[in-house]
């Protein structure tokens, strides 16, 4: 089960850290992605982290935001800085099964485990 928390209302050029607790995983063993669905558009990778610590940003938010885990947790953290209006969406936490120390661009279809959201709304 994953469970996102943290989203809500925000102001532009604010800050956020969104947080995915996972459990009945065994979280090590998983690469942890971020998505986010705007209204009205399609989904969109963010990007993910592995086991280790390894990270991929994905366009449009590499530079805005920063992955992390804790693997004693069994959580991950998305950090999303300099927010706009345009980053209004919900923020979906994933997870797949791989011992890759790194993956790049992945798909929702990609991902074998889906939280089931949380909102951010970015006011202007």
Request: glycine share 12%; net charge neutral.
């Amino acid at each position: 089960q994953l469970v996102e928390s943290g989203g809500g209302l925000v102001q532009a050029g604010g800050s956020l850290r969104l947080s995915c607790a996972v459990s009945g995983l065994s979280f090590s063993n998983y690469y942890m992605g971020w998505f986010r669905q705007s209204q009205g558009k399609e989904r969109e990778y963010l990007g993910g982290i592995s086991w280790n610590g390894n990270v991929y940003y994905k366009e449009p938010l590499r530079g805005r935001i920063a992955l992390s885990r804790d693997n004693a947790k069994s959580t991950v953290y998305l950090q999303i800085d300099s927010l706009k209006p345009e980053d209004t969406a919900v923020y979906y936490c994933t997870a797949r099964h791989t011992s890759a120390p790194t993956l790049g661009s992945l798909s929702w279809s990609d991902m074998d485990y889906w939280g089931a959201g949380t909102l951010v709304t970015v006011s202007s």
